[in-house]
């Protein structure tokens, strides 16, 4: 159920469908389309009936919000209020009869709330669409403070998106002596673990927002070829600030924590490891 409060807004269920509400509404959807459009992504959410009421109450909300209620999960939010559904479902889910009914009452509080016309709804918010950073291909060093260096490729650049994202693949190298593009192309990957508990090659998803918070120097030395696409997500759903790369690469080498690897870099600029 994912969730970790009474307050029907405390799990990530209702937190991802009100949140992806937004992003659609915010995007210049119209509200029956975007009803419609997240029906299809949740609908394993609606077939769940442990879920299925956090999706009512996330839409009742979000549809009030920008002044376009939804009649069909308004009438269905007074179902839940009548049969006692909320509480019947968090019994069911080990949930104590104290905070049963505290959630019936949030329950209800939501429909009387929805209940009255809003007037004022939200106006849409328009998304600043950038692009990453940095570029396919480019090879970037970093100099930390003490004058170690090491290095990253950038595997892809999102174009007009929110965040403006680059998948970057760090490299296992660590050292006073500035790196070539040559030692970036003979160089293995940096490894990390992975969530089976094994090692995989250290990939990241970085920010463009977030370049300008680096916090040691940086360059670009030059551009490796990639030739292949990776498609958004990839490589996994790691994200992380540019910070981590070095200060993580320092405090493994210092610590003698690294992980030794005999995967090349360049498997991942000519056929990828994870397709």
Known sequence: MGTWGIALS????FSDIYSEYFNQFNSGIAANKILTNIEQQFEDVLADEDERNDFVFAVVKASWEIGQISKKYKDELKNIIDKKLEIERWLRLDGSNKDAEKRQLNVVALYEKVSVNNLKPKKIKRIKLVDGYFEKGDCI????SENNYTA?????????????????LVLDYFSKTKPTIDDCEKANCAMTHDVKGGFKPWTQYCYAKDVKKIECDFEIIGKIKISIDYPYQAVGNSFGSWNLIPNWTKERNVKNKVIQSTIKAKKMFRKGLFG
């Open 10 to 13: 405390s799990s990530d269920t």
């Open 152 to 168: 990253i490729v950038v595997l892809s650049q999102e174009k007009q998106t929110e965040y403006g994202l680059n998948l970057i």
């Open 141 to 144: 060093i970093f100099k930390d």
